[in-house]
């Protein structure tokens, strides 16, 4: 099938996908329909929960594998809404629809790329393609699960929305839960260890704390305070403030020694979630890399996560549509998009195998 045909049909199977609901954990039905793309090209596949993989024809041992992955997840629609976000309609040259651009479009412009070249003889990489599910829950169902199934993996490339441009590095994730104690009272009484009142100076210092090492894609170290949640009733004094801070780690640290700092030097008790977030990165002097520079796209730092964060091997992200549509309401991606999309990747494919 020529790559006109293949075009043809991902768009075709990205409507069905918007079109069949797929919340994180509940993606049974469009991992149905992912099936029914292998099936009809007569690809072996394998399925474990709502995840679904498959290698390429001649696979040969000893050559470096190369991992495609993408996810058939969404988040719930928001309420700002004003049309069916299953509705998969195409007006004006957009095809709109929820998990349309985050990351519908990308998971079928690789299932097409991998696709193109699955029967192709004598590559340089082996290819495993993973259409993955609980991408948006970081949920332990999703691609993590997958990768001690495979063989090990030396670059992947992840579909995200990037305009076609080269993500190098994305920023990894912790979310802190922390905790200013007191102590607690009658309202109507002195008390110079109110918890609400210390944590004025928790808030100064993750407002004004600066990690020393700054990357030159993905920049600083990022601290919010996004919660803070305390006390019962008007005329009780709390024994603690709860603070819930989200920090944004760049390829400089690991999750650990953010954690180590923070624990070091906050004005607080803190508690991470989860240190298996981590940032990720590719070297600029990559083959994939130098291959998309060729082609004439450009290179930047995602402060966004995706699936990047649960791989150890060297990543990039690369996808077509835009960012700053994902989760947004009444989501659509481009047709052009996906076209220019497919033709990008195989191009880019071309250089290296």
């Known amino acids: ?108 412009s690789l299932l097409a790329l991998f696709t193109y070249y699955y ?100 920049g600083e170290v990022k601290m919010t305070v996004t919660q803070i949640n305390a006390g019962t009733q008007h005329n009780v004094v709390p024994a603690k403030t709860e603070l819930v801070i989200d920090v944004r780690v760049n390829d400089k640290y690991s999750n650990q020694e953010v954690w180590d700092t923070i624990a070091e030097k906050a004005p607080c008790e803190v508690t991470p979630r989860s240190l298996r977030l981590n940032s990720s990165s590719i070297p600029i002097e990559h083959e994939l890399v130098q291959a998309g520079i060729a082609l004439g796209r450009t290179t930047y730092g995602s402060p966004t996560l995706s699936d990047q964060a649960v791989l150890s091997c060297p990543s990039l992200k690369l996808g077509p549509g835009d960012s700053t549509r994902s989760h947004s309401a009444n989501e659509f991606i481009y047709v052009e998009e996906i076209k220019e999309g497919i033709a990008i990747y195989i191009q880019l494919l071309k250089k290296i195998l």
């Open 119 to 218: 029967d192709k003889k004598d590559l340089n990489y082996n290819l495993v393609m993973v259409a993955s599910a609980e991408e948006e829950s970081s949920g332990a169902n999703g691609l993590n699960s997958v990768l001690p199934k495979l063989p090990h993996i030396d670059v992947a490339i992840v579909g995200e929305p990037t305009l076609m441009n080269l993500a190098i590095a994305e920023k990894g994730l912790v979310v802190f839960d922390g905790v200013v104690n007191g102590t607690p009272s009658h309202a109507a009484h002195p008390n110079d260890d109110n918890s609400i009142y210390k944590t004025i100076k928790a808030l100064e210092w993750f407002r004004d704390y600066k990690f020393e090492k700054v990357s030159e894609v993905l």
């Open 1 to 108: 099938m020529n790559q006109q045909q293949l075009t043809n049909k991902a768009l075709e199977l990205l409507q069905n996908l918007i079109a069949t609901p797929s919340y994180s954990s509940e993606e049974d039905e469009t991992a149905a329909h992912i099936e029914d793309w292998f099936e009809a090209f007569d690809i072996p596949f394998e399925r474990a929960d709502n995840n679904i993989w498959a290698f390429n024809k001649y696979f040969e041992d000893g050559k470096p594998l190369l991992l495609l992955n993408s996810h058939h997840d969404t988040v719930k629609p928001n309420s700002a809404y004003t049309r069916d976000p299953f509705k998969a309609d195409i007006i004006d040259g957009k095809l709109f629809g929820l998990g349309s651009n985050d990351a519908g479009g990308c998971l079928v």
